[in-house]
């Protein structure tokens, strides 16, 4: 094995304790009037029950991404990098599964303490603000044209160096630094790098405009200062995606060098593999700061000893919202970090189906490239 793909191996292998570092600590990055996606008072999370609850679920979270990670890296030394790599796939549903299934573990013992201690809303109470042009705004999706320029070079640099391109291009490489697939030189294979770039602005361009038009709660009790953090968390969050959206673009130029001979493929992975680092890096450090919605951007209100607003019957699982009366398409998520969409507009799924199709075509595209 060669030391570049002994370095990407590190890379990858690095993405599983990162976001087993982030779902660990989701539970905190949650709004005070939420705990384990079941509406609570805000002065409930001084609970010693709810602490404990949070406690026990960040442990055993952390407790079952160690063991992978070990896990994953005794399989790469004692038996091979090839069944490594599976294992870290196989990991990644592991921790996905395991967590999600904590979570509904201590949601029902949420819901079991909320009963007991008689925590309902008398009256569905909701705030709007007034003023609203002063509260930060996320960004317009036409920030991502800022990724045209990035495009432009890597086909300028395909065209440039199309003459020496070998006949045989190298598309893959095996774990043990050995090209074992090509593709034959043609003018359609250096469109390979700028679609893979073009597709991704689409996806972060399409992100932006669903937070742009996201249903933006706010806490009834602090209508100002909840709609305020919300406003600062949205734009925070376009601000990285579109940060992301170019360091990822500029990185996939090195696809393109290497498809004309100017790079290593493993190099190539590299800076890819690294990007991606990055990328979860960025998130753990914005969610971290701003938790979801702002939650942590924002001064809580002190004294809220009742329930003001309680729509945990929209909430199937704690992450599926379901609301047929609810005219918003994009919803924050209730546990996580981000947005979902509600379930319950037909539009919804056909946003899905819309989607699944647009992955299955550019694969397809792709696949035809190649």
């Avoid at 793909?5 to 590190?10: E, G, Q, R, S």
């Avoid at 070079?153 to 291009?169: C, E, H, Q, R």
């Avoid at 073009?198 to 709609?227: D, E, H, M, Y």
Wanted: glycine content about 8%; charged content about 15%.
């Amino acid at each position: 094995m060669d030391a570049s793909t002994l370095v990407y191996l590190l890379f990858t292998t690095l993405l599983i304790p990162l976001v087993g570092v982030l779902v660990a600590i989701t539970p905190w990055l949650m709004r005070n009037d939420e705990c384990f996606a079941v509406t609570i008072p805000a002065s409930a999370q001084k609970d010693p029950e709810i602490r404990g609850f949070k406690r026990s679920y960040t442990a055993w979270t952390l407790a079952v991404t160690l063991v992978l990670a070990v896990v994953s890296a005794l399989v790469f030394v004692l038996v091979s990098p090839a069944v490594a790599v599976a294992c870290l796939v196989a990991d990644t549903v592991v921790l996905m599964v395991f967590s999600f299934a904590l979570m509904l573990h201590y949601r029902k013992k949420v819901q079991e303490l909320k009963g007991r201690e008689g925590w309902t809303a008398e009256a569905d109470l909701r705030s709007a603000v007034v003023g609203e042009r002063e509260v930060p705004r996320p960004l317009s999706p036409w920030w991502e044209v800022l990724n045209v320029p990035v495009i432009a070079v890597t086909l300028a640099i395909g065209i440039a160096g199309y003459a020496s391109m070998p006949d045989l291009i190298p598309i893959h490489m095996g774990l043990d630094g050995q090209v074992n697939d090509w593709a034959e030189k043609s003018p359609l294979v250096i469109l390979f790098a700028p679609l893979f770039q073009l597709f991704l602005t689409a996806v972060f361009a399409f992100t932006q405009w669903g937070i742009a038009r996201s249903k933006k709660p706010n806490a009834p009790g602090a209508p100002v200062s909840s709609a305020y953090a919300y406003g600062r968390f949205a734009r925070a969050q376009g601000m990285f995606m579109l940060a992301m959206g170019l360091i990822l673009n500029v990185s996939a130029i090195a696809i393109q060098l290497s498809m004309v001979g100017a790079m290593e493929l493993g190099a190539a992975a590299i800076v890819m593999a690294g990007a991606a680092v990055v990328a979860v890096v960025g998130a753990i450090v914005l969610a971290v700061v701003y938790g979801q919605s702002g939650a942590r951007a924002m001064a809580q209100p002190a004294g809220e000893d009742g329930l003001l607003h309680d729509d945990d019957c929209f909430w199937k699982l704690g992450v599926f919202y379901v609301n047929a009366h609810d005219p918003s398409l994009f919803v924050p998520k209730r546990f996580g970090v981000g947005w979902t969409v509600n379930f319950g507009r037909p539009s919804a799924w056909a946003l899905m189906v819309g989607l699944v199709l647009a992955v299955v075509v550019f694969v397809l595209i792709i696949g035809g490239l190649l």
